[in-house]
């Protein structure tokens, strides 16, 4: 019995790291901000948004569903139905393509497209590993300069 014992204690502190609740992925960047096919009803706006997986075990990431705005205003949802595969403790790019009507954003300022801007993102994803998920927040806000060009 005494011999079994350190293979009980190995097995069992792999349960508990695999059981344990993958933390939040932590924002580091914004890259590749486009608005493309402008128009003046619709333009798609597509973005590069880049966490840190501070978990010390590999995740699969799907259902990703945010609500975006720009300095405050609510102009479009984003949704990703792929599954991603995310390494543990490493940086990955979230690629995001939404469509936004014209009609809100013009409303409020023509300048937005010019000036820096804040864009927010938030909404949630599902993490998990071994078929389990759960869900995970995505909550992004930074500073960001629109190019039309």
Do not use: W
Not at 63 to 80: A, E, P, R, W
Not at 102 to 113: C, F, T
């Amino acid at each position: 019995m005494t011999r079994l014992l350190p293979y009980f204690l190995l097995i069992y502190s792999f349960a508990i790291v695999a059981c344990n609740k993958p933390m939040a992925f932590e924002y580091r960047d914004l890259r590749n901000l486009k608005l493309e096919n402008i128009s003046s009803e619709k333009s798609q706006v597509s973005m590069n948004l880049i966490y840190y997986n501070p978990n010390n075990f590999g995740v699969n990431l799907k259902n990703v569903n945010c609500d975006i705005f720009v300095d405050s205003m609510y102009i479009g949802k984003f949704t990703l139905d792929t599954m991603m595969h995310i390494d543990r403790t490493s940086e990955f790019a979230l690629p995001a393509r939404f469509e936004v009507s014209m009609a809100n954003i013009l409303k409020s300022s023509v300048n937005m497209l010019f000036n820096e801007v804040t864009i927010s993102a938030r909404g949630t994803t599902r993490v998990g590993k071994g078929g389990i998920y759960v869900n995970v927040p995505i909550d992004y806000s930074g500073k960001q300069k629109l190019s039309p060009f």
